[in-house]
């Protein structure tokens, strides 16, 4: 109890304790999923190489055509009459040498222009014998021109041999021999044993030499 006149000591207050803060839970960060270990692509199977197109055979070269051999002119009438020269001045004598099988003692040689291949009148002419009056065959022998023989007056002959002007304007001064024979009843035209290479006959002014309209006017 009071003791009196004695001031009692304030009752004190007990002291407080202080005021904690309410803590706060603790919010946990949420675990994460597990990382799930990568799924790995599946793998796919290995895509097979083309099967390749079968490598084709190489084209072959064309076959050329066989080149075919060159084509033959016909086999020529062997040369059994050779003039004497290549060239002849208009009114010079023309000689001939000739040699063949098989003559008859009708044969003869006329001269034509190198373009004719069928023989009617030639421009001058004589029997391979020389004479009308042969009783021999002439095979082999020499024959020379320079004069118009008698028996050439039955048919459109001449002498001298002239250059001429074709039908075409050009001058023509080749010449051949033929020798000829008489075939049947019907002749002309003749039939030909063989003929001469080529020879020419130059005009002069010399009478009847000169570039003519025709071989034989």
């Not at 024979?181 to 030909?192: A, I, L, Q, T």
Request: charged share 10%; net charge negative.
């Amino acid at each position: 109890a009071p003791v009196p006149g004695q001031t009692p000591a304030p009752t004190v207050s007990p002291t407080p304790s202080p005021t904690i803060p309410p803590v706060a839970p603790v919010t946990l960060a949420p675990t994460p999923a597990p990382t799930p270990n990568p799924t790995s692509p599946q793998t796919p199977e290995p895509t097979p190489n083309p099967t390749p197109d079968p490598t084709p055979l190489p084209t072959p070269s064309p076959t050329p055509d066989p080149t075919p051999g060159p084509t033959l002119d016909p086999t020529p009438l062997p040369i059994c009459i050779d003039p004497g020269a290549q060239a002849y001045q208009c009114g010079e004598a023309i000689s001939f040498s000739f040699n063949y099988d098989n003559a008859l003692n009708n044969d003869w040689i006329g001269i034509y222009p190198c373009d004719n291949d069928v023989f009617l009148h030639p421009i001058i002419w004589k029997w391979t014998c020389g004479s009308p009056s042969c009783m021999g065959n002439a095979g082999r022998g020499e024959l020379v021109f320079d004069s118009l023989p008698s028996y050439n007056s039955f048919g459109p002959h001449t002498w001298p041999i002239a250059p001429y002007i074709t039908e075409i304007g050009s001058v023509n001064r080749c010449l051949k021999a033929v020798i000829l024979r008489d075939d049947g009843p019907s002749v002309p035209p003749y039939v030909e044993v063989c003929e001469s290479t080529e020879f020419s006959i130059q005009e002069n002014n010399s009478t009847g030499c000169q570039v003519r309209d025709s071989p034989l006017n």
